[in-house]
């Protein structure tokens, strides 16, 4: 297990996790037999965790590479009060740490980050620990995630 320096104030909260993304038509289509499990589109990045996102956001590259279906357009708002157009990916299997979750994209053209927002983090039951700069599961479901329904 390597040990981590501890981060300086710069790099508290900033958050890197390796992330698998699937294309789930592709994983659909293998599990049906209409094709083999090599021609899966996959792909692994290295996502910033991103609290303040709300959801998935991926590179136009990468959206390209998973071959996932753009299905709508929406207006996303920026940290800088900025607003655009953006599309929605769909069918996005992300796993991260042994847990996945499926779900939408907003896709930003030029990007070169992945940012894993909110619903994405709460769907695998993961939690943020910006001071110790690390991703886990929560403590009352190291195991498997938990969904409250209340």
């Given amino acids: 297990m390597q040990v981590l320096e501890r981060p300086t104030e710069q790099e508290m909260g900033r958050v890197l996790t390796t992330a698998k993304l699937t294309n789930v038509f592709d994983q659909d289509r293998a599990k049906a037999g209409e094709l083999q499990p090599r021609e899966v589109r996959t792909v692994e990045v290295e996502g910033l965790v991103d609290t303040g996102a709300t959801m998935l ?13 753009l299905v709508r357009e ?19 299997v992300i796993e991260i740490q042994g847990r996945d979750a499926i779900v939408d994209a907003i896709v930003e053209p030029e990007a070169k980050t992945v940012l894993i927002g909110q619903v994405p983090l709460e769907v695998m039951d993961l939690i943020v620990d910006p001071k110790k700069a690390t991703l886990g599961p929560r403590p009352e479901s190291p195991d498997s995630p938990l969904i409250e329904l209340y």
């Fill in 57 to 69: 956001v991926l590179p136009g590259d990468v959206v390209q590479k998973l071959g996932v279906p």
């Fill in 74 to 92: 929406v207006t996303v708002t920026y940290a800088n009060g900025g607003k655009a157009q953006r599309s929605i990916a769909r069918g996005i």
